[in-house]
């Protein structure tokens, strides 16, 4: 197993390398951030370029990436440009956030979804199958900034119009009295939701569609002609083998549950990556835009590492070394 | 029954044999006692589609959004407003009220003129960019699959740094500093995703370009970009229609996403994304101006991915017979 890892962690180096590169690219294209200064009349000439002859933004570009990775292999991204405070403190400080945002998502909607899937396959064409297929395609097709705005609209505005119980708008406690795990937790609530039910939609059409597959081939046959009891059949044999491709999906789905998180983020105005990277576009912070893309690519990346390590779990046949 | 030898022989020798027994070999073709004509693949996938009464009921209605969209003018006609004008004295009426039939916005613009508008936008983004993903996955997944080696290593590995980073994260990266006009957008979305396309033309193009009706070109004479475009593509045309008509409704969802950030076409200008941003600001005072963007982002994405499933049933080479 560690060899395994290690054969990963190796193979993903050029991948990284591939991230800065892109990353390097595209906020160069942006152009110079002295440009608004060449702009500015009252800056003398030899001033921009003694600014850029300290910053390093005369030299060639290659160099210049160089330096830059040299930095970030360091753990160093550069300083913000808003506050001049270093861009991996402001991401560890939000950093959290989105993954207990993530993975309670994740959790959930697997939790939902495989017991749901599986009646659903056997049941085929009953009526909960025709809801959770019916849902299946509205959770695909529903955009999530609505969803969440809905759910705002209903728990947040209306309940609250109602006199009823109503859950807070955004943010992740409230201001007036720093509240407990109830709170944080009540804060949680809609955006979960609203990560969860189009989750939940895509697990669901897989497991189920999956789970038809293998029910029809010949070893669930077999394991029912021996005499197996229903239980053991479908999940024993069953869902042992659907977990295999549910794994390979759980690694191609891990950008989009980040992307998903980014956007419930700011909906919910929920101090994350997601709502980080949108402040940091409005104030034009390019270290600490091109700061946190890193971060995403190197969350996928480890998400991608886990989906492989699971497979070797969920699948005997798949050896790791 | 067949007459195989004689098939075989007129199509591996065409130069042997005289002009009659090339002549029986069609007439023997045409007596293989079929009652009726061979249907197209085209008719009978056709047939099929209109068989299943939800894709086309799905895509009777996406006709009927686009043609809103395109007769834009003809609803700023009919309501009496246009897109931009404010009435600032009747902000925020509800559906019906004051002659505005889906209510006004924050600004007192009329809702309905600006979601026909607004349609516009979104769809010729969604389009435009499955148009040009096709273009550009199908040329990289050709090329890279038809010659293999090296151009191949590089482009699926540069696919792979794509995939690991959230397009949604590439895309708020990049317009960071550039905020692109709806043609621009299409483009961009392209070249951050084309990495999902190109694996599965590519995947196709290699089982494709070991069979003998691709040696039979190549040796006579035909050159490496005949082969891909005019033996190659068309057999991949039934999984490219298909993979577009499920990625219209994503496109729709990323493009409402990146307008909802502030990332996409900018106000003026409506699209479905940017009202629902301006409407969040005053989900507290209207909630039909919250509801009814979202509401048209939904049935549209849900009825272009009905219509893909729909199709994907109806080309699917499994299910034939």
Known sequence: MFRFIVRRLLQMIPILFGITVITFIIINAAGSPLQQMEFNPRVKPEDIARIRHNLGLDEPLWKRYFIWVGNVLQGDLGLSLINFRPVTERIREVMFNTLLLSSISITLSLLIAVPLGIYSATHRNGRIDRISSLFAVAGYAIPTVWLGLLLILLFSVQFSKWGLPSLPVGGVRDLRDDGGLGDRIEHLILPITALVLPQVATWLFYIRSNMLEVLQQDYIRAARAKGLRNKTVLYGHGLRNVLIPL???????????????????????????????????GDKDHTLVMGITLMFAVLVIVGNLIADVLYAVVDPRIRLD | MIPEDKALSATTDPFVGDKAEQDSVLIDYEGLGRSRPIESNWHRAWRRFKANRVALIALLVTIAIVLFAILAPVVSYITGYTYYENHLGEKLAAPGQDGYILGSDGNGRDVLTRLAYGGRVSLLVAGLAVISLLLLGGLIGSVAGYFGGWVDTLLMRAADVLLSIPTLVLLILVSSFYRPDPWELAVLIALVSWAGISRLVRGEVISLKHREFVDASRVIGASNSRIILRHLLPNVVPILIVWASLAVPSLILTEATLSYLGLGVQAPQPSWGNMLQEAKQFVRQSWSFVFIPGLMIFITSLCTYLVGLGLRDALDPRLNN
């Open chain 1, 247 to 281: 794994v390979t999906l759980f690694g191609l789905l891990i950008p989009d549950i980040f992307a998903g998180a980014l956007v419930v983020e700011n909906v919910f105005a929920y101090p994350g990556m997601g709502r980080l990277a949108i402040t940091a576009i």
